[in-house]
């Protein structure tokens, strides 16, 4: 870049076309050649109010600020204007956004929190450093072309153990070095879990996330829960190094939550065995990069949980969803797949409570993801509203607006605040204790969050007009997120069952003697 020091006035005469220059954010960019190019047109550049004078207010009205750092664009730059800095600082690698809302309170600076402590907070600056150098720019590449993560981030992952994290605490990190050896296994906690997820949200591209550990957040935990020692002393390992991938297949065309009405069948043979297991599963994440699939058959005995290997008879097809292909969803079909029994995962007959046994910590999963996901959103708003000028005032002049934002704020705060509580108790009850008595606050938590959620999208669109219909430009990431905001809504359960879920828990446990 040249360091070449001009004045206001030098450049005010290079206002033609022929010759154009205009400064945006005290730096002077040479757009003659450029103009032609220029994706909003010529006529824009010309303009006498933009040609030769200082355009920042007009260019980030109508562009992110990212747009000046692809290398393209880098090169208009000629000089900087003489005794001017910089006001636009864009966040570094692992920086914490100081837009209000953007972070939670425990990262925010100033403020308390009687969950977090230093593990959690070296934790977090180092899983973000590493989100925003590896997993986001991959995410940017790789999500945008439907391809699924890339090798690199794949084997950085496995390095620091990020798979293995992603399940939570459990003796399935034992032994393991967590995080360059940051945090060790056994102070592991739902905490740093909570973060894993909410960081990774910040990745901005859902499909892509759920590419990465959608399947292995929902498919491992039967393996590690039900599994026989073999399996898992193969397995694990394989997952944890991101040499192999594992999603969960219980949904079908037939039926979706309803698990007894699945046709998938597992028949024993004459030698008792293996399994023969035919049939089809569909919306399964992760399912195209899948070398295992934990899928729900229906057996002699009822319904059971089995590992099927990507074997002979084992096909994937991908399934055109509102999201990313990179989630690799895919549509599964069983033709005669021949599998040990030893691949069983728990009893024979008891897959239900194998499936339900990790509903509440998909559903808590989700929580996160969906707390931090609406906070990327109102982020996004409020710079926006703060830069864009209407009738000739910055949005958040608008009283209509601000009530939209004050909306979302309090709905993702109460959220936030609703989820580490929980979290809390997460970190201080048995699995069977939170079995029982936070299946129901989960659950409404859940149901609340993802109706949060859209209004939340909803409102984004509304605030960011047009631009908010559109896939590229400063409103692409609001586009992207009220196509996908349903997801979370759909999936674990959806909505208005968790929510009556939530309200028949609390009747259950209802005192005999209360009355009114
Ligand atoms: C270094 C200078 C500039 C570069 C590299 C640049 C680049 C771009 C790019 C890449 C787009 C496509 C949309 C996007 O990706 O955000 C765009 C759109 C546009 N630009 Fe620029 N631009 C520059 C300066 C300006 C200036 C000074 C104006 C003055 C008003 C302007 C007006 C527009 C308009 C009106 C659009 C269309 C916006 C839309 O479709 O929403 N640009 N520009």
């Known amino acids: 870049m040249s360091t070449k020091v001009f004045t206001r006035q030098d450049v005010e005469s290079h206002n033609q076309a022929g010759d154009l220059w205009v400064i945006i954010d005290s730096k002077v960019y040479d757009l003659t050649k450029f103009k032609d190019m220029h994706p909003g047109g ?4 010309l303009h006498s ?23 393209q664009y880098k090169r208009l730059v000629i000089g900087t204007v003489k005794d001017e800095e910089p006001l636009v600082a864009p966040p570094g690698p692992g920086d914490i956004s ?52 890339s090798t690199e981030v794949n084997e950085k992952m496995a390095e620091l153990n990020l798979f293995a994290m992603s399940l939570g605490p459990g003796k399935h990190l034992k032994g393991l070095k ?18 894993t997820s909410q960081e990774l949200v910040r990745c901005g591209d859902r499909g892509y996330g759920d590419g990465i550990i959608g399947g292995l957040v ?26 192999k991938f594992i999603c969960l297949a219980i949904s079908e065309a037939h039926a979706g939550s309803d698990v007894f009405g699945l046709q998938t069948s597992a028949e024993k043979t004459e030698d008792g065995k293996h399994w023969i297991i035919n049939g089809t599963k569909k919306w399964i994440t992760g399912g195209m990069y899948a ?6 058959c229906k057996t002699e005995d009822g319904f059971t949980v089995i590992l099927i290997p990507r074997v002979e008879g084992v096909e994937t097809k991908p399934i055109k969803t509102s999201y990313s292909p990179s989630a690799g969803t895919a549509y ?29 910590h998909e559903r808590w999963v989700m929580c996160c993801s969906s707390a931090r996901s609406q906070r990327y959103i109102i982020e996004r708003c409020l710079k926006w509203i703060n830069q864009r000028k209407a009738f000739g005032k910055p949005l958040a002049n608008q009283p209509v607006v601000r009530a939209k934002i004050a909306a979302m704020i309090s709905r993702a705060e109460a959220i936030q605040a609703w989820l580490e509580n929980i979290t809390y108790q997460m970190c201080n009850m048995s699995y069977k204790q939170q079995a029982s008595k936070l299946a129901g606050q989960i659950a409404l938590l859940k149901a609340y969050s993802t109706k949060s959620a859209q209004q939340t999208a ?58 009114l």
Not at 123 to 135: G, L, M, N, P
Not at 481 to 491: H, Q
């Open 178 to 195: 967590l995080m360059n050896g940051l945090v060790t296994p056994e102070e592991f906690d739902p905490f740093h879990e909570l973060i």
């Open 49 to 71: 109010d933009v040609a030769g004078l200082d355009a920042t207010e007009a260019f980030y009205g109508l562009h992110k600020g990212e747009v000046l750092d692809r290398p």
């Open 42 to 45: 010529v006529g824009v550049l």
């Open 218 to 243: 929902i498919g491992l935990p039967p393996v590690i829960n039900f599994g026989s020692e073999e399996l898992k002393q193969k397995v694990l390992p394989e997952v944890f190094s991101g040499k």
């Open 332 to 360: 599964v079909t069983f033709d005669n797949v021949k599998v040990p029994v030893e691949n069983t995962l728990g009893p024979e007959g008891g897959g239900i409570f194998v499936i339900l046994s990790n509903f509440n």
């Open 458 to 515: 909803q409102d984004a669109v509304q605030i960011f007009g047009g631009r908010g219909i559109t896939q590229s430009g400063m409103g692409a990431e609001i586009e992207h997120y009220y196509r996908t905001v349903t997801f979370d809504s759909l999936l674990g359960g959806s909505e208005d069952v968790l929510a009556d879920l939530g309200v028949r828990q609390a009747i259950k446990a209802m005192p005999k003697n209360s009355k």
């Open 291 to 296: 070398d295992y699939f934990s899928t729900g």
């Open 98 to 149: 100081l837009v209000p809302y953007a972070e939670p309170t425990w990262l925010t600076p100033g403020y308390y929190s009687p969950y977090f402590k230093e593990t959690h907070r070296t934790y977090q600056k180092a899983i973000r450093q590493f989100i925003d150098e590896v997993i986001t720019p991959d995410a940017a590449f790789n999500g945008s072309r439907g391809k699924r993560p």
